[in-house]
Structure formats: C-alpha cells, structure tokens
C-alpha cells in the first residue's frame, strides 16, 4: 500500500476489502480458536505532543482511524473480542509514563464514544537489566488499564539478556527464569489479564536474531523459553511451575 501510489480514498477501499474478506474467512474456519483480533498495532507517539504517531495510516485513513478500524473488525466479526497493541507501557521512567499515558488518552476516549474496543496487549519485549523496576511498576500499570474495564494480555513476551554484551552464562539463564515467572505472577495477580503470548519458540527464531533489530547493540540474544536444540530452558520450567502455583 505505501509504495502503490494510491489516493486517500483508494487506501481505505484496499483496507476496507481485507478485513471485510479475512474477518469472515476466518470466522467461517477457524471460529474455535480465532477469538480476539490485534486491530491496531503500534499506533502511539513515542514522545508527544502528539497521541498518535504521524503513519502512513494517519495520513490516509484520517486522524479518527482507530476508531474506524474498531468499528469495521466489530461489522464483519461481531463475536470477537478486539485489541489495541504496543510496546513501551511498562516501566516507571519518564518515557514509559509518557507513553502510557498517551495510550490511556487514546483508549479513554475512544470507551467514552462507545467505540467497540475490548482489550489493550502489552508488548513485552523486556531486558534483563531492568527485572526490578518492571515487576514493580506491572501491577499499576495493569491496573490502570483495567480500570477502563478492558481485558489486558501480555503480548510478543521475550526477554533479552545480552544487552551487556557479555554472553549467555547460567548465571543469565536463572535471572532470565525468574522475571518470566514474576511476569507470570503479575498477569494471575490481575483479573482482567487473560493471557500471555511469547515473541518466538525457540533462541535462533527470535527478532533478535534475525537481524530485525537494527537498534539493539548486541546481535545475538537468548530471550525465549527454548533453546536451539528446542530444549526447554530454565525460563521455561519457571513459566509451567508460576501457572500452577
């Protein structure tokens, strides 16, 4: 869509097809396990003034998209349950407040306009280094959100653990199982958290790994459950033994 030279118009009938074509494919077919829909992705500004951000989407689709795009994924699949999603929502420093704070704008608004939106994903593509501060600021940081009377998911989890660039020791490996757990811990705590969902199988699969993470100094990473032989590691052990305690 952004290099096909479109007009405004032409955007939103291309947008409008697909989710009118997917939405009920996928109803049709896979209703038992296609439940909830990631409506919008990634769409608040990482430092204001701004709510949003300045996409491509803004600048075709108008500066009420969201709410259209909630309102379209309601039409063609009634019984979902439907999500806002984004990254940097947890922690306590001045940025993650900021953009916290946006999103809670954004989401309020659109509840007071009765604009069908269920759920808010926090993206947790989380680093060892900052364990303490996160599993400090989750809770209020949930809660907050469910005070808008929206489920709340943990989404693309991982947890990086080579941001020092000093490589994988089991030392790394245990502190790495421990926050898992405490994520774990922190979701069973809230009632309004419904799930938690991982950024990846195994170490080699992760974005990290790929080469996707062009801002992240280290070029190799193990933030995932399983390694590369798909063996469990101790973040995986720690995650099964947090859903049964």
């Not at 659109?110 to 993206?123: D, E, M, N, S, Y």
């Amino acid at each position: 869509l952004e290099q096909g030279g479109y007009s405004a118009s032409e955007v939103r009938g291309h947008v409008e097809w697909y989710v009118k074509t997917l939405l009920p494919y996928v109803v049709a077919n896979y209703a038992d396990v296609a439940r909830e829909w990631n409506v919008v992705n990634e769409v608040i500004s990482n430092t204001g003034p701004e709510v949003q951000h300045d996409s491509f989407w803004k600048q075709n689709l108008g500066d009420d998209f969201v709410a259209w795009l909630f309102g379209l994924a309601r039409q063609y699949d009634p019984g979902a349950r439907l999500y806002v999603n984004d990254y940097g929502l947890i922690g306590s420093d001045a940025w993650n407040q900021g953009k916290r704070t946006r999103m809670y704008a954004l989401l309020q608004d659109l509840k007071a306009r009765g604009v069908p939106v269920h759920g808010i994903g926090f993206q947790g593509h989380l680093a060892l280094e900052d364990h303490a501060d996160d599993v400090a600021s989750m809770p209020t940081d949930l809660a907050l959100f469910a005070g808008l009377s929206l489920d709340i998911a943990f989404t693309e989890l991982d947890i990086m653990i080579n941001n020092d660039l000093s490589g994988l020791t089991q030392a790394k490996l245990d502190a790495q199982a421990a926050f898992f757990a405490d994520v774990v811990r922190v979701c069973r705590a809230e009632p309004a958290c419904r799930s938690l969902s991982f950024w990846g199988l195994t170490d080699p699969q992760s974005y990290v790994n790929k080469g996707y993470a062009s801002w992240l100094e280290q070029d190799e990473d193990w933030p995932l459950l399983f390694d590369a032989d798909r063996q469990p590691k101790p973040a995986c052990t720690a995650v099964a033994r947090a859903l049964i305690e």
